[in-house]
């Protein structure tokens, strides 16, 4: 998978925005914006999606599964007819969104699974054996090596405009995936002496529960789930609410590594944060993906330095 395959097909090379509105509106210097909704379904898990269904088609694979509640289902649907895989998605029971509609109309086979997102990934993976298809969820160490290394682009491109890495790059976190792959990218840059540091890595949660901002604020080094009964999801936090988060140890360690910061966002605060990313800087922003700048400036207002001048928040996925 190269960087000329995925530019055919649409993926990545999403908008970086100096937010220059943003800057003097909420008093943070050289403010950048890289907003992944210029790809195919609207959302950064494009990148995951086509790296996973790539290496499903390499092992020989005609079937896979992934549970879902929209965007990761959505965007294997999409991408599946590039490799002739049967999309198989799992989708709790009760749970409704536009996305679902969009998977059906494009050929995806919906499975409906009692309990929440967590318990829909028990049971595809389950099946996936029955069946012998191949299990496409996050957590998988093939998928999650793959992911990881798609996500990383997003570090490339980043630094491929500014021409260095940033002090500190926020991501919105569920199973932690991109955050992981984001820093991952970084990593790799720095190794090879294209950039003189690792940023500073931020995650934003809600408020509504996730292992990976409780485990981190806790001091914790280990992820540790939550109880199902711990989580409150809404429609708004619903992309990051979570009592389970699949690549978490990932994501964890990336904040410890660099120092990192972790914030719960309340959903009227995401709901504030998009609305004001429409209004300053004309970008139609998910709430739960408008987390990231909320989280980057409640980082600016407690552990900024002076010596700080180059910050970005990665916006996961357009409204839709």
């Known amino acids: ?50 790296a996973v269904l790539s290496h499903a088609y390499e092992e020989g694979h005609s079937s896979i599964a992934v549970a879902s509640c929209g965007n990761y289902g959505a965007s294997i649907v999409y ?6 895989i049967t999309p198989h998605v799992y989708i709790p029971e009760g749970y409704e969104a536009p996305r679902i509609k969009e998977i059906l109309h494009r050929g995806g086979v919906i499975h409906r699974t009692q309990g929440t997102y967590e318990d829909a990934v028990d049971t595809s993976s389950r099946e996936v054996e029955e069946n012998g298809w191949y299990n496409g969820n996050p957590g998988i160490p093939d998928n999650t090596r793959v992911s990881l290394d798609a996500y990383a682009r997003i570090a ?69 789930e939550l109880k199902p009964s711990e989580i409150t999801e809404t429609p708004i936090n619903e992309p990051l609410v979570s009592w389970r988060s699949l690549d978490g140890q990932s994501a964890l360690d990336a904040l ?16 504030a944060f998009s609305q004001l990313l429409d209004r300053e800087e004309g970008l139609s922003v998910l709430p739960a993906s408008a987390s ?6 409640e980082y600016v207002k407690a552990k900024a330095t002076p010596r700080m001048n180059a910050f970005v928040a990665v916006l996961t996925s357009r409204r839709y």
Request: proline share 3%; glycine share 10%; net charge positive.
């Open 1 to 50: 998978m190269n960087k000329s395959e995925l530019k055919e097909h649409g993926i990545g090379g999403t908008l970086f925005h100096h937010a220059k509105n943003l800057e003097r509106f909420l008093g943070i210097s050289r403010l950048y914006l890289k907003f992944e909704a210029g790809n195919p379904t609207g959302t950064m898990k494009d990148r995951a999606a086509y």
């Open 156 to 224: 490339s491109e980043i630094v491929d405009y500014l021409e260095y890495a940033p002090d500190v790059v926020s991501v919105p976190v569920s199973n932690g995936t991109c955050l992981a792959g984001v820093h991952h990218g970084f990593k790799k840059l720095h190794r090879r002496g294209t950039t003189s540091r690792v940023p500073v890595m931020v995650a934003a949660g809600t408020s509504g529960g996730n292992p990976v901002i409780k485990s981190f604020n806790a001091g914790k080094r280990k992820i540790t």
């Open 292 to 297: 990231a700048l909320s989280a980057l400036s």
């Open 256 to 271: 410890h590594e660099t120092q990192g910061y972790a914030a719960y966002v309340q959903d009227e605060v995401m709901q």
């Open 79 to 84: 991408l599946s007819k590039l490799f002739e």
